[in-house]
Every structure is written in C-alpha cells, then in structure tokens.
C-alpha cells in the first residue's frame, strides 16, 4: 500500500529480539482500522532472526533503522523520533499490542478536544502468551491538565497509550536517554506541564508482562525517580505543585534510603542522607526514618532479624 507524503501517525517501535512478541506488536498496527500511518521501528542491534522478519516485513508503510546494541530504549525510541513524518506519534513497545480501532478513537477524541495536544487509553494486562491477567487497580480518567494527577500516581499512563503531536513532543524534548529508569513518565511530566491531555476510558492496548520487563535495581530505579523530580522542579511555577512535586521526591528519597539500608549500603546511605538533606522540610518523617534506615544498615543480620520478630511492626 503507498503511504502518503505525511502520514497522519508514526509509530514509534523499538526492537530488541524477542521476535514471537514482536510479530504480535506489528500485527496489531497492520490491524488498526486507520491505515494512514508509518511504522518506524528502531531495531537495537537485534540478531539474525529478527532482522530476517523485520526485513520481510513488505510494506512502504514501514521503515527500519538499524542501530548499534545499546540496551537503552529512549535512545532507541530517541533515533525514530528523528526520522518520523506523522503528524501524531504513537508509542509502541514489541512486548505490547493494540486493539484494531486505537488509533482511530483516540485520534477522534482530540479531535473533539482541540486544545489537548496528547491522549492515552485504559488498558488490559495479559501474559507472554495474550492471556489476560488481573488489573492492577482502576482505570481514572483524568482530563485536561493532569500534571498534579500524573505526580500523585492517580494517572496511570502506559507507554503503549499514548498518541502526541509531534509538534508537542518536540517542544518538551523526546526521551531523555540519561534517565536510566521511568524515561517514559519523564516525558508524560513534560507533556502534562506543557499541555491538556484527554483520557479515552476504554482497554485499547494490551500491556503485556512478562520476567523481562521489570528491574531487579530498586536502587537505579528510585535514582531515577529522584532525577526525574529535580528535572521537573524548575520548570514548575504553581506552589501547590511545587510543593506535592517536592513531597514525592522526599518519598522517593525514603524510598532509596530503605534499599540501601537492606543492601548494608551504610556508605551509600549516608551520602543519600547528605546529598537529599534538603528533603527533610519536605516529609514530616524525613528524618526519623532516614536515621532508622542509617541504624538498620549497621546493624547485623542476626540482631535485626531477632528485632523485627519481636516488633513486627517496626
């Protein structure tokens, strides 16, 4: 099928082997009831049977980059931005699918809501095999400016939802390829600040989980999150949000603090201590239970283990 000068979407793919559900992944852009689409798929250095499907793919509709292994999605994902024509993006990841009508009923629900520059979808969970499992929690709409929603972790935005102007993600700035962990909420942050959004309350995407898709390095990841927070202060200028932005990067501080602590990181945990010490007007128990999680990193195993059998509630 010939594909249009500008296509009204591009598909943004990253790759990375697992071809049985990445064969899942295209198929359900093939299946979409809109066609006027471009897929780019970002192929990370994949081996011989991938690259063997992803070249039989016979459509002038996609395009594939092939990129050297770097094991970082956003540069991936970073690399098909740069080469996509659409006039809306669309994310994608090759462990995920959509529903056939996706495209089509989020891109009529910006259309009814011109000031909203970005949209996401509801979603269904399944296994490595298409089966479905049990939902994390419910689905809430949140519309229009939804920064605070986003902040709070009310908003639930999977990265496979989403469908942006290009213009928008350009002027917020694509993935940031630093942020080893949570690189797709550091965008939603910055699309939020930027931009309306509007929520279509129906399961279009099926968010596939499986072993290899969840971080074993809780320390990285709470990292991560705490990066993303001091990104996104300075560019906030509501107090309330400054003030809920702050509080969660105390949390997640907490958090870091408690790893570490579990790990006998007591080094580590006392430069945290230094470094977020600015957390502590923040969080009323900032403090408190960072000097709890110093004492536990200390403390040795047998005597920790005796302590929380005799308080368990500690």
């Known amino acids: 099928m010939p594909v249009s000068a500008a296509p009204v979407v591009s598909v943004i793919l990253p790759s990375f082997n697992r071809p049985a559900l990445l064969r899942r992944a295209i198929?359900?852009?093939?299946?979409?009831?809109?066609?006027?689409?471009?897929?780019?798929?970002?192929?990370?250095?994949?081996?011989?049977?991938?690259?063997?499907?992803l070249v039989g793919l016979a459509d002038a509709r996609v395009r594939i980059l092939w990129?050297?292994?770097?094991?970082?999605?956003?540069t991936a994902r970073n690399a098909a931005l740069a080469k996509a024509r659409g006039t809306y993006l669309a994310f994608l990841d090759s462990d995920d699918a959509w529903l056939p009508a996706k495209l089509?009923?989020?891109?009529?629900?910006?259309?009814?809501?011109?000031?909203?520059?970005?949209?996401?979808?509801?979603?269904?969970?399944?296994?490595?095999?298409?089966?479905?499992?049990?939902?994390g929690g419910t689905f809430i709409p949140h519309e229009g400016a939804i920064l605070e929603a986003c902040l709070r972790n009310s908003a639930y935005i999977a990265l496979p939802t989403v469908l942006a102007l290009r213009t928008l993600v350009n002027e917020v700035g694509a993935f940031d390829e630093k942020q080893a962990f949570a690189e797709d909420y550091d965008l939603w942050l910055r699309l939020a600040a930027r931009s309306p959004a509007v929520p279509v309350n129906q399961a279009l995407t099926r968010v596939c989980l499986h072993g290899g898709n969840y971080s074993h390095d809780r320390v990285g990841f709470y990292r991560g999150w705490i990066r993303l927070y001091d990104k996104l202060l300075p560019t906030i200028g509501d107090p309330s949000t400054i003030a809920l932005c702050q509080r969660r990067r105390a949390e997640a501080v907490l958090h870091l603090a408690n790893q570490q602590a579990e790990l006998r990181q007591a080094l580590e945990l006392a430069r945290t201590m230094f470094q977020y010490r600015n957390c502590a007007p923040?969080?009323?128990?900032?403090?408190?239970?960072?000097?709890?999680?110093?004492?536990?990193?200390?403390?040795?195993?047998?005597?920790?283990?005796?302590?929380?059998?005799l308080r368990p509630d500690a």
């Open 104 to 135: 089509e009923t989020q891109l009529a629900a910006i259309s009814a809501k011109p000031t909203c520059g970005w949209s996401y979808t509801a979603t269904e969970r399944v296994d490595a095999d298409g089966h479905p499992i049990a939902n």
């Open 67 to 74: 990129l050297p292994h770097t094991g970082n999605p956003a």
């Open 282 to 309: 923040h969080h009323p128990e900032w403090r408190r239970e960072t000097t709890r999680a110093f004492i536990r990193s200390l403390t040795p195993s047998p005597l920790l283990s005796l302590y929380r059998r």
């Open 27 to 53: 198929a359900s852009v093939f299946a979409q009831t809109l066609t006027d689409w471009e897929l780019v798929v970002a192929d990370d250095g994949s081996s011989s049977e991938t690259r063997t499907y």
